[in-house]
Antibody, heavy 120, light 110 residues
Framework: EVQLVQSGAEVKKPGATVKISCKVS????????MHWVQQAPGKGLEWMGL????????IYAEKFQGRVTITADTSTDTAYMELSSLRSEDTAVYYC?????????????WGKGTTVTVSS | QSALTQPASVSGSPGQSITISCTGT?????????VSWYQQHPGKAPKLMIY???KRPSGVSNRFSGSKSGNTASLTISGLQAEDEADYYC??????????FGGGTKLTVL
């Protein structure tokens, strides 16, 4: 069974950096892209970016470019999303989600989400 | 990249059919057959319901169907059931090699 296990909730101060992990099991890590999606309280889904674990290549949404870094560690089958210069608007649930390489253009398995609260 | 446009809410009675629209541009919905739909119950992660415009993943009820015409994609749910009450999001691959979601539609089963 494919599973994505995300790290626990975080509370950060404005200006800080948060790094969330997403450990996969049940499939070959390098066979799937890993997407990251933000959902602010009461709001919709927003695509942040993805990493291709096969070669580490990343694509980021323009909105998050320069503040987000997505990486993949093939030695531990874990993907990471780091968001810097946090502000209150970054308070949200962050999801990791997979998409089969190389041709899928959808997200078929999702993690349960990690809540990040940004507050002084 | 602007979000795709969905109605904020739709409703229907059990047994009825409803359709949720998702309007984009020729750079996303209209340019590719890569529209997907996700169902999200409160407090839960999204679940893939439709991919590549009209394909259903294994395990998803055939009451869910998808289509596309021009820059607008649609999700139809037939034989509405109480458990279908949820938020629904469309998503599309874009010409910038990125993805974009719709604003979401709240489905109420009356």
């Amino acid at each position: 069974e494919v599973q994505l296990v995300q790290s626990g909730a975080e509370v950060k101060k404005p200006g800080a950096t948060v790094k969330i992990s997403c450990k996969v099991s049940g499939y070959t890590f390098t066979d799937y892209y890993m997407h990251w999606v933000q959902q602010a309280p009461g709001k919709g889904l927003e695509w942040m970016g993805l990493v291709d674990p096969e070669d580490g290549e990343t694509i980021y949404a323009e909105k998050f470019q320069g503040r987000v870094t997505i990486t993949a560690d093939t030695s531990t089958d874990t993907a990471y999303m780091e968001l810097s210069s946090l502000r209150s608007e970054d308070t949200a649930v962050y999801y990791c989600a997979t998409g089969r390489r190389p041709n899928s253009r959808y997200m078929d398995v999702w993690g349960k989400g990690t809540t990040v609260t940004v507050s002084s | 990249q602007s979000a795709l446009t969905q109605p904020a809410s739709v409703s229907g009675s059990p047994g009825q059919s409803i359709t949720i629209s998702c309007t984009g541009t020729s750079s996303d919905v209209g340019g590719y057959n890569y529209v997907s739909w996700y169902q999200q119950h409160p407090g839960k992660a999204p679940k893939l319901m439709i991919y590549d415009v009209s394909k259903r993943p294994s395990g998803v009820s055939n009451r869910f169907s998808g289509s596309k015409s021009g820059n607008t994609a649609s999700l139809t749910i037939s034989g509405l059931q109480a458990e279908d009450e949820a938020d629904y999001y469309c998503s599309s691959y874009t010409s910038s090699s990125t993805w974009v979601f719709g604003g979401g539609t709240k489905l109420t089963v009356l």
